[in-house]
């Protein structure tokens, strides 16, 4: 779905996929209590995710402004949830 390499962990029950990545960022944000993770994905061009996406036929939510970027929120087949978003604050991956 995403395009990414990956290989199989075979080395373990029951197995699971490792996938290469592209530049990666970890932001840790406050909260006011205890919270779940949340795993959210950088695009340059969310109108090109969300066509590449949906031409797989994955189910995700409408593209939305929020403070920090426009995003969607992508439905993952074990019924959680991740967010593609293009930013709008400055980023740290060419540091």
């Given at each position: 779905m995403l395009g990414w390499a990956c290989?199989?962990?075979?080395?373990?029950?029951?197995?699971?996929?490792i996938f290469k990545t592209p530049p990666a960022e970890l932001g840790?944000?406050?909260?006011?209590?205890?919270s779940a993770a949340e795993v959210s994905l950088m695009c340059e061009d969310i109108n090109a995710t969300v066509a590449t996406?949906?031409?797989?036929?994955?189910p995700m939510t409408d593209v939305n402004s929020r403070g920090y970027g426009i995003a969607v929120d992508v439905?993952?087949?074990g019924g959680g949830t991740i967010?593609?978003?293009?930013?709008?604050?400055?980023?740290?991956?060419?540091?």
């Open positions: 290989v199989e962990n075979a080395g373990s029950k029951p197995r699971w996929l840790i944000h406050p909260a006011d209590g205890p996406l949906a031409a797989h036929g994955v439905t993952l087949p967010q593609f978003y293009e930013p709008r604050h400055e980023t740290a991956h060419d540091l």
